[in-house]
T-cell receptor, first 113, second 116 residues
Framework: KQEVTQIPAALSVPEGENLVLNCSFT??????LQWFRQDPGKGLTSLLLIQSSQREQTSGRLNASLDKSSGRSTLYIAASQPGDSATYLC????????????WGLGTSLAVNP | DAGVIQSPRHEVTEMGQEVTLRCKPISGHNSLFWYRQTMMRGLELLIYFNNNVPIDDSGMPEDRFSAKMPNASFSTLKIQPSEPRDSAVYFCASSLRTSGSYNEQFFGPGTRLTVL
């Protein structure tokens, strides 16, 4: 059974720091991995999607990597800003019979001015 | 495009009452997903539809939960009777399923349900 774990559960950093959020998954049979952002009282916004054949994806100050064999992904945020404060969720889309998104519990990020 | 629309945004009800959550997917999308989010379990897929047909309802917790999609632009998730442990945020998402295994899902703002 696929399980997704995100570490740390919460993170507080001063503005301007570069930071890394971690995601691990137990079953490497995935089609892709996706990072989402969730703001309080709002839905989820997709940030980056990495196909299983890819190693990384970049969007602005965000860079996500994928090491499928070791079951790990990282989300790198460069030069963090207070507007980056949110919960970041990692989800993998399973291959095989159980084709659905399996979610981590998220990392709650606070970037302090 | 208005995105995925959910109503109500907040619902407070008493145990035993019927609760109906509503979702309007993005126009043109043919897949719809209902999720539940709690602090302890995170996001869980309850059910999803392709072309208005339920495909996988294995995540529906009990018979008290039911979902319908009478047409391409509307879906409901009903809980009857509701219990305090149903308190959670319920999200609806939609996607355009073409070829391949996965298409990006777009989420609504969610309905925060509190059952007293």
């Amino acid at each position: 059974k696929q399980e997704v774990t995100q570490i740390p559960a919460a993170l507080s950093v001063p503005e301007g720091e570069n930071l890394v959020l971690n995601c691990s998954f137990t079953d490497s049979a995935i089609y892709n991995l996706q990072w989402f952002r969730q703001d309080p009282g709002k839905g989820l916004t997709s940030l980056l999607l990495i196909q299983s054949s890819q190693r990384e994806q970049t969007s602005g100050r965000l860079n996500a990597s994928l090491d499928k064999s070791s079951g790990r992904s990282t989300l790198y945020i460069a030069a963090s800003q207070p507007g980056d404060s949110a919960t970041y969720l990692c989800a993998v889309f399973n291959a095989g019979n159980n084709r659905k998104l399996i979610w981590g519990l998220g990392t709650s990020l606070a970037v302090n001015p | 495009d208005a995105g995925v629309i959910q109503s109500p945004r907040h619902e407070v009800t008493e145990m035993g009452q019927e609760v109906t959550l509503r979702c309007k997917p993005i126009s043109g999308h043919n897949s719809l997903f209902w999720y539940r989010q709690t602090m302890m379990r995170g996001l869980e897929l309850l059910i999803y539809f392709n072309n208005n047909v339920p495909i996988d309802d294995s995540g529906m917790p009990e018979d008290r939960f039911s979902a319908k999609m009478p047409n391409a632009s509307f879906s409901t998730l009903k809980i009857q009777p509701s219990e305090p442990r149903d308190s959670a945020v319920y999200f609806c998402a939609s996607s355009l399923r073409t070829s391949g295994s996965y298409n990006e899902q777009f989420f609504g703002p969610g309905t925060r349900l509190t059952v007293l």
